[in-house]
């Protein structure tokens, strides 16, 4: 017998412990996409997470005498909270399995809300498993993420909150992150069913995209990995429920990078200064690709921000992949001759542009290797920058794109200095500055050296405060201290000397 999903939805028990989120209006991405974008903010939730709608619907269903043996789980992190939460409201046993790589943080949230937690297994497969076995054993209700009639109608309501909160301007548009299925496949049951003009489009990161495959192929795919920037929606196969509801419902799949995605987390960051996860990010990402992709304007678009349970030392990898995900910076690898000058001239050749990093250490007589980092507008200004360092002899490499180049390069750009018949680095001084985090601050400290000191070392990184700090390694001539001296004083940026730094001895002199 079919189900009747918009029953389901409509009789589904959800408020007992979930809010009715706002839908708000992203002011500053809206402006930017050209569309009114809404976000439908899910990460306000008791627990962070939309995930609790599907637990809670499924368990208060359950019959009393199920209820009372109790209920297991299998989760990282949102839906474990969820299933925590709903027990300790419904007053019945939750066991919840994690794998051992579960931040500490989460495995907290959860026991704090009395439900017990057993950590098995490095995946959420190796926990899944175990959770199956231990619920046989201990004869305890299996309440499954996505893949369940109750769970999907609870997540529903989300779907039903949007359109009655839609009331002034006709949608377009609702982009939804899609990990089984669940979520997706609850709001198409019920958006379609009364307003199936409005497209649903669903949201994967590039390295876990088993809906978008899945529905090319028109059958379920099975990945065998998947990423796990984006953990919230990293599930190798679609729920078999859910996947029949999204082939009937779901009109398109947009698939994102992790760069694209820590755009998005920054782009909702300064509209409402709440910071997403990854996977809570995903919609909005999608829907900036939507309208960049087809071109579409004036139109009203909501986007599902799904969660907020993200680990705090994730942050600063967020930060620095925001600009590049955004295209707002251009990272470029340029070969310049080793001799006096020539870094300068590298510097004005990239005109009036904003630097946002420099990394250069000599590496011998010949030529060196500059790896750099330049506030961009969007990829055309990029070409724009390669094409003009070429006329003017450069020959520049663009790693905007490349992985190992943003993750790793970046930081271990280096080489030591040309050992002397001490066997130390000729006449090197080592100094830290800071210098105010405006155009020109460079070339202003360039202009102020003395032509023929070379630069031996240079490391410089834009962190979005009000000064930058920078590490400079130059060649002095022992009988040019004096001058050199003059030039730290007529600079007027703030130093410290640190040629004896132990660091300094053990890894770049």
């Known amino acids: ?84 939460l709903a027990a300790q409201t419904l007053g019945c046993k939750a066991v919840i399995v ?64 949007i359109l ?110 709440s910071i997403l996860e990854p996977a809570g990010a995903l919609a909005v990402a999608g829907a900036k690709i939507y309208a960049q992709q087809t071109g579409v304007r004036d139109q009203k678009l909501v986007a599902v921000a799904s969660g907020a349970n993200t680990n705090f030392n994730r942050l600063r990898f967020v930060a620095e992949r925001a600009e590049v995900g955004e295209h707002r910076e251009a990272l470029l690898a340029v070969t310049i001759p080793e001799r006096p000058g020539s870094f300068k001239q590298l510097c004005a050749a990239l005109g009036e542009r904003s630097v946002t990093e420099f990394n250069y250490r000599y590496a011998d007589d010949h030529a060196a290797q500059v790896f750099i980092g330049v506030q961009v507008r969007d990829r055309q200004e990029t070409a724009k920058l390669i094409a003009q360092l070429k006329r003017q002899g450069y020959q520049p490499v663009d790693l905007s794109d490349n992985e190992m180049a943003k993750l790793h390069v970046r930081y271990l750009v280096g080489g030591h200095a040309p050992r002397g018949a001490n066997g130390n680095g000729v006449n090197e001084l080592l100094y830290r500055f800071e210098f105010p985090e405006r155009p020109g601050a460079l070339m202003r400290f360039l202009s102020h050296m003395r032509a023929d000191w070379n630069i031996s070392l240079f490391h410089y990184r834009n962190h979005g405060a009000d000064y930058g700090r920078v590490l400079v390694g130059m060649q002095v001539p022992g009988k040019e201290k004096r001058a050199f001296n003059e030039f730290l004083a007529t600079l007027g940026y703030p130093y410290e000397d640190e040629s004896d730094n132990p660091a300094y001895s053990l890894f770049l002199a």
């Open 98 to 161: 994690m794998p051992i790589t579960t931040p500490r943080i989460k495995i907290d949230a959860v026991a704090a809300r009395g439900a017990e937690v057993v950590l098995h297994g490095d995946s959420y497969s190796d926990a899944y498993e175990e959770a199956v076995r231990l619920g046989r054993k201990k004869a305890l209700t299996f309440v499954h993420p996505y893949d369940d009639p109750d769970v999907i109608a609870g997540q529903g309501t989300i779907g039903m909150e």
């Open 1 to 84: 017998m079919a189900i009747d999903y918009l029953e389901r939805i409509l009789k589904a028990r959800v408020y007992d412990v979930a809010d009715e989120t706002p839908l708000e209006f992203a002011p500053n991405l809206s402006a930017r996409m050209g569309n009114r974008l809404m976000l439908k903010r899910e990460d306000m939730q008791p627990v962070f997470s939309f995930k609790l709608r599907g637990a809670y619907n499924k368990m208060v269903n359950l019959p009393a005498a199920q209820l009372k043996k109790g209920v297991i789980a299998a989760s990282a992190g949102n839906h474990a909270q969820g299933v925590a």
């Open 164 to 273: 009655r909160q839609c009331t002034t301007r006709a949608l377009h548009a609702i982009f939804v992150p899609v990990g089984g299925g669940g979520l997706i496949a609850g709001i198409g049951a019920y958006v379609k069913r009364l307003r199936p003009e409005i497209k649903l489009i669903g949201v994967e990161p590039v390295d876990a995209d088993t809906m978008a495959r899945s529905l090319e192929a028109n059958r379920r795919i099975s990945l065998p990995q998947v990423g796990l920037f984006a953990d919230g929606v990293a599930v190798k196969q679609v729920g078999v429920e859910t996947f029949k509801l999204a082939r009937k419902y779901v009109d398109e799949v947009v698939l994102v990078d992790t760069d694209e995605i820590c755009a998005a987390i920054k782009d909702v960051f300064e509209d409402t200064r």
